[in-house]
C-alpha cells in the first residue's frame, strides 16, 4: 500500500530556511510538491518528472530546492529565504506527469505539513 508522509515544517522568520522531507513507498509515480495559503486554493509549487528534470513556480525559482534521495526512498524540498507569501499547508503527491511546476493525474496525497512565515 503506497503511502506519502511528509515532515518539516514550522514557524521561521522571513529570510530563514526550512526543509520539507516526503517519504515514499512506492517509485511507481512521479511526485510533486504542492501548498495553499490562507484563502488560497491549492497551488503546484515543483515537480520532478521522470528525466530527473524539476520544475519551479516562478515565484520560488532560485529560492527552493527539489531533490530525491531514492536509498531512503525520501524527497525533499529546500526553501531558503523565505517570505510570508510561502506561508501555507505543503503537501507532496504522487501522480502521472508533470505539467511544467504542476504534477498531473494525482493518485494520492500526503496529509499536509504547515509552514508559517512571520516574524
Known amino acids: 500500500h503506497s503511502q506519502l508522509a511528509e515532515s518539516g515544517g514550522g514557524l521561521v522568520q522571513p529570510g530563514g530556511s526550512l526543509t520539507l522531507s516526503c517519504a515514499v513507498t512506492?517509485?511507481?509515480?512521479?511526485i510533486g510538491w504542492f501548498r495553499q495559503g490562507p484563502g488560497n486554493e491549492r497551488e503546484g509549487v515543483s515537480c520532478?518528472?521522470?528525466?530527473?528534470?524539476?520544475y519551479y513556480e516562478d515565484s520560488v525559482k532560485g529560492r527552493f530546492t527539489f531533490s530525491r534521495d531514492n536509498a531512503k526512498n525520501t524527497v525533499y524540498l529546500q526553501m531558503t529565504s523565505l517570505k510570508p507569501e510561502d506561508t501555507g499547508v505543503y503537501y507532496c503527491?504522487?501522480?502521472?506527469?508533470?505539467?511544467?511546476?504542476?504534477?498531473?493525474?494525482?493518485?494520492?496525497w500526503g496529509q499536509g505539513t504547515q509552514v508559517t512565515v512571520s516574524s
Open positions: 503527491a504522487a501522480g502521472i506527469t508533470c505539467l511544467d511546476h504542476v504534477l498531473q493525474d494525482i493518485r494520492m
Open positions: 512506492s517509485h511507481a509515480y512521479l
Open positions: 520532478l518528472d521522470s528525466l530527473g528534470t524539476t
